[in-house]
T-cell receptor, first 111, second 117 residues
Framework: RKEVEQDPGPFNVPEGATVAFNCTYS??????FFWYRQDCRKEPKLLMS???SGNEDGRFTAQLNRASQYISLLIRDSKLSDSATYLC????????????FGAGTRLAVHP | GAVVSQHPSRVICKSGTSVKIECRSL??????MFWYRQFPKKSLMLMAT?????????EQGVEKDKFLINHASLTLSTLTVTSAHPEDSSFYIC?????????????FGPGTRLTVT
């Protein structure tokens, strides 16, 4: 089983649509979870951390299910500028608490 | 805050030469810096973790003699790709984690695109 697994997409949606991304992780000891956004040929940028209680930031909602080792990201009212690759990221407990990145889910929002 | 710079942004070099990439934290002290590489349409792969003043910890399969990492200060880490080969062509990205940060958040530099001819 991969350390962090995501549906690669692409998800092609019209503006205004709601889209959901899923992610599963293999290490039950992981404690920190994030969604990063990466635009083409650019570095990843932190979108939001994911907390056990779920959290919302504007149009973005992240959920965590520790029992199922599952993380989700919901984007409401999609904008053209949301087109990017969304990376699910999980920490790997150990000496330096490294982060493990999923392969990313590509989102393309069209007019 | 939490700005990380990387230099150069793009480099083309000939096979057999060495290339040094710098990663700097501009507005915070980075106790830990991470080096990743990313091939087209693939995810970031952690190469090594470095702490200021100590030797880097390399991931399995990453040759430490080929990818030399130096973390000389709390704001600077360097990655040197020695005796570069065309298969080393990739997008190299550093990230940094700050002193006293309570979470595992990392902030990324803009990346260096290396092409070895």
């Amino acid at each position: 089983r991969k350390e962090v697994e995501q549906d690669p997409g692409p998800f092609n949606v019209p503006e205004g649509a709601t889209v959901a991304f899923n992610c599963t992780y293999s290490n039950s000891a992981s404690q920190s979870f994030f969604w990063y956004r990466q635009d083409c040929r650019k570095e990843p940028k932190l979108l939001m951390s994911v907390y056990s209680s779920g959290n919302e930031d504007g149009r973005f909602t992240a959920q965590l299910n520790r029992a199922s080792q599952y993380i989700s990201l919901l984007i409401r009212d999609s904008k053209l500028s949301d087109s990017a690759t969304y990376l699910c990221v999980v920490n790997w407990p150990g000496g330096y608490n490294k982060l493990i990145f999923g392969a990313g889910t590509r989102l393309a929002v069209h007019p | 805050g939490a700005v990380v710079s990387q230099h150069p942004s793009r480099v083309i070099c000939k096979s057999g030469t060495s290339v040094k990439i710098e990663c700097r934290s501009l507005d915070f002290q980075a106790t830990t810096m991470f080096w990743y590489r990313q091939f087209p349409k693939k995810s970031l792969m952690l190469m090594a973790t470095s702490n200021e003043g100590s030797k880097a910890t390399y991931e399995q399969g990453v040759e430490k003699d080929k990818f030399l990492i130096n973390h000389a200060s709390l704001t600077l880490s360097t990655l040197t790709v020695t005796s570069a080969h065309p298969e080393d062509s990739s997008f190299y990205i550093c990230s940094a984690s700050g002193r006293d940060w309570s979470s595992d958040e990392q902030y990324f530099g803009p990346g260096t695109r290396l092409t070895v001819t």
